[in-house]
């Protein structure tokens, strides 16, 4: 990587924030951290900003105050931005030419959506805004010349996989309407998932699952709606209704196997018969090292992958029955228009209710379906469309909620 990169990070201080900082570390002279937004955790940002040097720290409405006099106590030369508004200033900040798009839930759209709008090139970690509104995200990268690059570890497989000239069209914003990979020879692809800490979990012991059993993740650390998500399988299921959309993919040419290893990260099918697949040990840094640097390739701080240390690699088909998460978010992108942004709506407000005790595990999936067949569609032609989609599904899932599990 000849170049410097001049990087914000939204959502510095969670895990991915803290995969990226990893990175950046090995690269001091090429990856500069400019600007960090946290939310609520002020001290973790300030010892962020003590050891990079940001120019601009942002944290959540009410704490830039507290920020402020941390950072002057420190001896900090920086500027601090306040809340969702100084988010959309970072993402457009004429000095930044990369966007980590880390803030998990549908708060982190509006600032992913604005770094796209100003030709940024955006690595998109959280998954709302391909989620809630990906046609315009798109449409949006199209007009304004910006590059999108995938890093769920899924998605940045797939990219791995495709045809430079794919790449590049799809990190452009792809193609209206599509149809970009048929052309290129491809059939299928296949987003592998670990299947959780539940693989082999029965359907009556799943009734009983705690809060704590749900956060074991097998192979992977995550912050704990993910983990929940992948508990669920309600992660696969948002990962494939992001590709359908990143690739311009049908939802029909999307296989998930599970893959308890984490090993083999997605596969892409061609024509020809060959499947070309990305293999890595499960570190976040490796997707990150490869959009950080792309197209050239630098070091992640991961450990090497050892295939004869890994001994197996195994497949299997996912049990939609235990796990109907899958199954309600293929249906979401065969409705498409705002039914993905309902059912991620909905997901959050049940993840969130079971992580603080007041629904139980397979409630989740429960809630989820309950709201999606209350919910009437319509078309995401705007931001303001994609949200009012987030509030009718959030709305309903509170109000179900409150009606079926309150104590």
Not at 193 to 199: D, E, I, K, Q
Not at 242 to 255: K, L, Q, R, T
Request: glycine fraction near 8%.
């Amino acid at each position: 990587m000849s170049t410097i990169n001049r990087l914000a990070i939204l959502g510095a201080t969670g895990s991915i924030g803290a995969s990226v900082l990893d990175v950046a570390r090995l690269h001091p002279e090429q990856i500069k951290p400019i600007a960090l937004a946290g939310w609520h955790n002020i001290e973790r940002l300030i010892a962020l900003a003590e050891e990079f040097s940001p120019d601009l720290l942002c944290a959540a409405e009410g704490h830039s105050e507290a920020l402020e006099a941390r950072a002057s106590s420190a001896g900090l030369n920086c500027d601090i931005r306040n809340g969702s508004a100084g988010l959309l200033e970072i993402s457009a900040d004429a000095g930044i030419d990369t966007v980590v798009a880390g803030i998990s839930g549908a708060v982190g759209l509006p600032s992913a959506f604005a770094a796209v709008q100003a030709g940024k090139r955006v690595l998109i970690a959280n998954k709302e805004p391909l989620v809630m509104c990906g046609a315009l995200l798109m449409a949006e990268a199209r007009k304004s010349g910006a590059m999108l690059l995938p890093i769920d570890s899924e998605h940045n497989a797939i990219f791995q996989c495709l045809p430079k000239s794919l790449q590049s069209e799809v990190s452009g914003g792809g193609i209206e309407n599509g149809g970009s990979y048929d052309r290129s020879g491809i059939t299928k692809v296949t987003l592998t998932a670990s299947g959780g800490p539940f693989l082999r979990t029965s359907s009556q012991d799943l009734q009983a699952v705690t809060v704590e059993q749900a956060l074991n993740h097998p192979n992977w650390k995550m912050g704990q709606k993910i983990t929940v998500d992948s508990a669920t399988l309600m992660n696969k299921g948002l990962e494939l209704i992001e590709a359908s959309v990143f690739f311009g993919i049908p939802e029909s040419d999307i296989e998930v196997v599970i893959h308890p290893q984490s090993v083999v990260h997605s596969l892409v099918h061609y024509a020809d018969g060959s499947v070309l697949a990305q293999l890595a040990s499960p570190d976040m840094r490796v997707p990150l090292a490869h959009a950080l640097g792309f197209p050239d390739r630098i070091p992640s701080g991961a450990s090497a992958l050892n295939l004869v240390g890994v001994e197996r690699l195994d497949f299997e088909a996912p049990d939609t029955e235990r796990f109907p998460c899958l199954g309600l978010a293929r249906e979401a992108a065969r409705i498409g228009m705002s039914m993905p942004a309902i059912l991620n709506a909905a997901n959050e407000v049940a993840v969130s209710a079971f992580l603080s005790g007041r629904l139980p595990f397979l409630g989740i999936q429960a809630l989820v379906g309950d709201v999606m067949e209350r919910c009437e569609c319509q078309e995401v032609l705007s931001l303001s469309d994609a949200f009012h989609a987030d509030q009718t599904g959030r709305a309903l899932a509170s109000e179900m909620l409150e009606a079926k599990w309150s104590n």
